[in-house]
């Protein structure tokens, strides 16, 4: 019994290396692939200073999310932010978002939720993982566990932090 709990031990440990490593290996190639569009940068430094979150961390979630197309669609998720109208319709009355298809009108809904998850209490990891609509949260939050889609988003920006110099 002793030597199969170290052997699941040993497998899960190797396991979670592996998966870093996949995706060290995913982010690093995908360094000089990751090419944000001008508008992209401009309005996420806007949504950035005005929401106080960082630029490079929504660049992330568009590349992430869509690689910055303004047209995909997703299980009712729409744009470069992957934002759901029926979810946010209140939200982008609100903000005066006509479309979602609209690469600013889709940022600025996106950010505006992600800060109030912020505002809420929720660091930003646990603020990504509700935004991407994951569960057990603060469960898996307590173990040290993030998802794969919070190392994602996390890893793009750093290396776009890095690559801008901060």
Not at 31 to 42: G, L, Q
Not at 47 to 56: F, M, W
Not at 127 to 133: E, F, I, Q, V
Request: hydrophobic residues 45%; aromatic residues 6%.
């Amino acid at each position: 019994m002793k030597i199969m709990v170290k052997l699941t031990a040993i497998l899960m440990a190797a396991l979670m290396v592996f998966n870093l490593c996949l995706l060290f290996v995913i982010v690093a190639g995908a360094e000089e692939a990751i090419e944000v569009p001008e508008d992209v940068a401009r309005i996420s430094e806007e949504l950035g200073q005005q929401y106080s979150i960082c630029p490079e961390t929504i660049q992330a979630i568009g590349w992430v999310e869509s690689r910055f197309d303004p047209e995909a669609e997703n299980d009712g998720c729409i744009g470069i932010m992957q934002v759901s109208g029926k979810w946010h319709k209140e939200r982008m009355e609100r903000l005066g978002v006509e479309s979602l298809k609209d690469t600013e009108g889709n940022m600025k809904v996106a950010v505006d939720y992600l800060s109030e998850l912020v505002e809420d209490g929720e660091d930003m990891e646990a603020a990504l993982m509700r935004y991407h609509g994951e569960s057990r949260i603060q469960e898996r939050l307590s173990e040290g566990e993030l998802s794969e889609y919070v190392d994602k988003v996390l890893a793009v920006s750093a290396m776009l932090e890095q690559r801008h110099g901060k």
